[in-house]
């Protein structure tokens, strides 16, 4: 499940946090050169902004930043509003059901 725009894949929330305690909420994948942003929210509450150059001239590079629990909503609505815009609602909605977990929190 996904889209593009331009290029960038907008992908699916993921259901569960993965081994290192991460769980994927907003996943941006680019193909040319291949990097990827991703905003997340970790087992301990707190939310985080991860970019990872895997191709070009930042080759291997990582960026990670916390983000306020404020930020990481508001990347969800936009995110909410592309998919709409893009006729993507099954993905609209996934990413709703997680903004809702957030706000629960």
Excluded at 1 to 30: L, R
Excluded at 80 to 90: D, R, Y
């Amino acid at each position: 499940m996904g889209f593009c725009v331009g290029a960038w894949m907008h992908d699916a929330p993921d259901t569960e946090y993965d081994a290192s305690g991460k769980q994927a909420i907003v996943k941006h994948v680019c193909f040319g050169p291949l990097e990827t942003q991703i905003w997340y929210k970790r087992m301990d509450g707190q939310y985080c902004r991860e970019i990872h150059f895997i191709e070009g001239l930042q080759e291997g590079e990582r960026f990670t930043d916390f983000i306020s629990k404020a930020e990481m909503l508001e990347v969800i609505e936009a995110e909410i509003a592309l998919c709409k815009n893009h006729g993507e609602t099954n993905l609209a909605a996934l990413l709703q059901a997680e903004k809702e977990k957030i706000n629960l929190a």
